[in-house]
T-cell receptor, first 113, second 118 residues
Framework: DQQVKQNSPSLSVQEGRISILNCDYTNSMFDYFLWYKKYPAEGPTFLISISSIKDKNEDGRFTVFLNKSAKHLSLHIVPSQPGDSAVYFCAASAGAAGNKLTFGGGTRVLVKP | GAVVSQHPSWVICKSGTSVKIECRSLDFQATTMFWYRQFPKQSLMLMATSNEGSKATYEQGVEKDKFLINHASLTLSTLTVTSAHPEDSSFYIC??????????????FGSGTRLTVV
């Protein structure tokens, strides 16, 4: 039972354009969501997060939107840069920090120069 | 920022042998560490939660006798893959939480270990 899903395994976008990554979840107990960026043979690095009490969080070129009623979140990267090419995972947690994270399957982003 | 060191970064072992992977928090004390496994082009799957000074909590379907976890100190957790088989070949990643960072941003991942069993 996959509680966090990223239905697009890959995404190709032109440099300077917007990248939109989507994530859906099924567990209504999830109340904190994170996006991680991962390069091959490396561990994930934290990108941006959002609490369920918010519907938007912005940090520079990265914005995460949360639609609780639809159990859907998205990550917008604008403008996309070649260095953004990586695999992006969304993750979710229920309860306070210290609880486990449940990851989606990842979306591979390729930003073309 | 918080740093988690994972060693080795890659290892090749013969079928039937055991392999130990270390995860160290370098500049903070981690009462809780997490061990993940990632198959090619798949997500990170949580294997177990490692608690300092107590037994690890394993996720459903993970064989605790095969994947031995020890968290003997606040800065070190080890994962031992016992009697390894080719199907254990995978990318293993640990994560540690800095308790002084109150949110999930305090989770830091190691760089992972590529295990190949031949």
């Amino acid at each position: 039972d996959q509680q966090v899903k990223q239905n697009s395994p890959s995404l190709s976008v032109q440099e300077g354009r917007i990248s939109i990554l989507n994530c859906d979840y099924t567990n209504s107990m999830f109340d904190y969501f994170l996006w991680y960026k991962k390069y091959p043979a490396e561990g994930p690095t934290f990108l941006i997060s959002i609490s369920s009490i918010k519907d938007k969080n912005e940090d520079g070129r990265f914005t995460v939107f949360l639609n609780k009623s639809a159990k859907h979140l998205s990550l917008h990267i604008v403008p996309s840069q070649p260095g953004d090419s990586a695999v992006y995972f969304c993750a979710a947690s229920a309860g306070a920090a210290g609880n486990k994270l449940t990851f989606g399957g990842g979306t591979r982003v390729l930003v073309k120069p | 920022g918080a740093v988690v060191s994972q060693h080795p970064s890659w290892v090749i072992c013969k079928s039937g042998t055991s392999v130990k992977i270390e995860c160290r928090s370098l500049d903070f004390q981690a009462t809780t560490m997490f061990w993940y496994r990632q198959f090619p082009k798949q997500s990170l799957m949580l294997m177990a939660t490692s608690n300092e000074g107590s037994k690890a909590t394993y996720e459903q379907g993970v064989e605790k006798d095969k994947f031995l976890i020890n968290h003997a100190s606040l800065t070190l957790s080890t994962l031992t893959v016992t009697s390894a088989h080719p199907e254990d070949s995978s990318f293993y990643i640990c994560s540690a939480r800095d308790p002084l960072t109150p949110s999930f941003e305090g989770y830091t991942f190691g760089s992972g270990t590529r295990l190949t069993v031949v």
